[in-house]
């Protein structure tokens, strides 16, 4: 069974501060990483994709993936209190398929 | 630019009572087309994904069932209704295009079975 692990949090983190959200993922033959924003009761958002080790910056946003540990991140920037929400970690498992992780919650205390 | 239309935006049926969820998307040929349901506080699960025009794989052995009678309509269905079907049921797609991989969500359908 494929799969992609998250804490759940919640995690509490000061407006302004850097937000760190992590995942890591079983399938070592996925090849892209998806990090998605979902409001509660609402749909996922996409934010950020990545595909190749490092870093990958846009915006407030960066992705970083190390395919060695398996393992992708998500860090946020000067954090609002509308980032709060549940950031959702994607990898593509083969040609079509996508796996989620089950999210973690992130609360941005104003 | 492509959009992605899923609807109801909410539904309550009761048990046993048959299900059609509907979910199109423009802008697009050929899409990959797929149905997630995620049920309270868990994550998304892959039930079904389709890659062309009567394909369907299916992912979850349950009494659902998915058809894509036309390019970008995907179709989710059931029979009989169980209240274990309860979920927000979520319609996504990407292109085919093998350089465009991300996949992108409607706006889901908030099912409740009573």
């Known amino acids: 069974q494929k799969e992609v692990e998250q804490n759940s949090g919640p995690l509490s983190v000061p407006e302004g501060a850097i937000a760190s959200l992590n995942c890591t993922y079983s399938?070592?033959?996925?090849?892209?990483f998806f990090w998605y924003r979902q409001y509660s009761g609402k749909s996922p958002e996409l934010i950020m994709f990545?595909?190749?080790?490092g870093d990958k910056e846009d915006g407030r946003f960066t992705a970083q993936l190390n395919k060695a540990s398996q393992y992708v991140s998500l860090l946020i920037r000067d954090s609002q209190p509308s980032d709060s929400a549940t950031y959702l970690c994607?990898?593509?498992?083969?040609?079509?398929?996508?796996?989620f992780g089950t999210g973690t919650r992130l609360k941005v205390l104003a | 630019s492509q959009t992605i239309h899923q609807w109801p935006a909410t539904l309550v049926q009761p048990v046993g009572s048959p299900l059609s969820l509907e979910c199109t998307v423009e802008?697009?040929?050929?899409?990959?087309l797929y149905w997630y349901r995620q049920a309270a506080g868990r994550g998304l699960q892959l039930l079904f994904y389709?890659?062309?025009?009567?394909?369907i794989s299916s992912e979850v052995p349950q009494n659902l069932s998915a058809s894509r009678p036309q390019d970008r309509q995907f179709i989710l269905s059931s029979k009989k209704l169980l209240l274990s079907d309860s979920g927000f049921y979520l319609c996504?797609?990407?292109?085919?295009?093998?350089?465009?991989?991300?996949?992108?969500f409607g706006q889901g359908t908030r099912l409740t079975v009573v």
């Open positions: 990545i595909y190749s080790n």
């Open positions: 399938d070592r033959g996925s090849q892209s």
């Open positions: 389709s890659v062309g025009i009567g394909q």
């Open positions: 802008g697009t040929s050929n899409p990959n």
């Open positions: 996504a797609w990407r292109g085919s295009d093998r350089v465009l991989t991300e996949a992108f």
């Open positions: 994607a990898a593509r498992s083969g040609t079509y398929k996508y796996i």
